[in-house]
């Protein structure tokens, strides 16, 4: 059974105090990594795609690697604005879409 | 582009009464998800399917959830009866094969 785990449960930052965020991951035929944010209410995001291990991706201060076992998403002098839950998942070969528990992050001003 | 559109937004039933929610995703999209999401909780995969056949329905409670994806197109999940523990946010994504993009969600209260 594919199985993704996140870590930390919840990450409080200040201003400017750059971090990262772990999935570690075991799936049946890899077809790809997303990550995805989620503001309270709402429906996921979508912020990335990784399909392959040594790949990498970058939108604003968002920054997401992975390698054979693991994600990072890796946070650049954050913002207020960047708070939310981060949500990674893994599609298997069989086009089944599986998510992590998530990440929410707190940015204080 | 339009998104993927769900209905109703919020909705409140007692339990054991029965409950409907509604899905179209974006257009051409083969592949089309429902998830429940439990406050604190990552989605959970509820049902998968390809144009209009099932692919994963595994983890779906069929002694009371029915899905149905009519003309490969837009989607209906049921609830019947419900019971406390369906409290959650139910979400339908749609692909066209890689990444997944979500609609806003039903947020379902059971009291």
């Known amino acids: 059974e594919d199985q993704v785990t996140q870590s930390p449960e919840a990450l409080r930052l200040q201003e400017g105090e750059s971090s990262s965020l772990n999935c570690s991951y075991t799936?049946?035929?890899?077809?790809?990594l997303f990550w995805y944010r989620q503001d309270p209410g709402k429906g996921p995001e979508f912020l990335f795609t990784?399909?392959?291990a040594g790949e990498e991706k970058e939108k604003e201060r968002l920054k997401a690697t992975l390698t054979k076992k693991e994600s990072f998403l890796h946070i650049t002098a954050p913002k207020p604005e960047d708070s939310a839950t981060y949500l990674c998942?893994?599609?298997?070969?069989?086009?089944?879409?599986?998510f992590g528990a998530g990440t929410t992050v707190t940015v204080r001003a | 582009e339009a998104g993927v559109a769900q209905s109703p937004r919020y909705k409140i039933i007692e339990k054991r009464q029965s409950v409907a929610f509604w899905c179209n995703p974006i257009?051409?999209?083969?592949?089309l998800y429902w998830y429940q999401q439990i406050l604190g909780q990552g989605p959970k995969l509820l049902i998968q399917f390809q144009n209009n056949g099932v692919v994963d329905d595994s983890q779906l409670p069929k002694d009371r959830f029915s899905a149905e994806r009519l003309k490969g197109v837009d989607s209906t999940l049921k609830i019947q009866p419900a019971k406390l523990e369906d409290s959650a946010v139910y979400l339908c994504?749609?692909?066209?094969?890689?990444?997944?993009?979500f609609g806003q969600g039903t947020r379902l209260t059971v009291v």
């Open positions: 998942a893994v599609q298997a070969s069989d086009y089944k879409l599986s």
């Open positions: 257009s051409g999209h083969a592949t």
């Open positions: 990784l399909y392959s």
């Open positions: 994504a749609s692909s066209p094969g890689t990444e997944a993009f």
């Open positions: 799936v049946s035929g890899l077809r790809g």
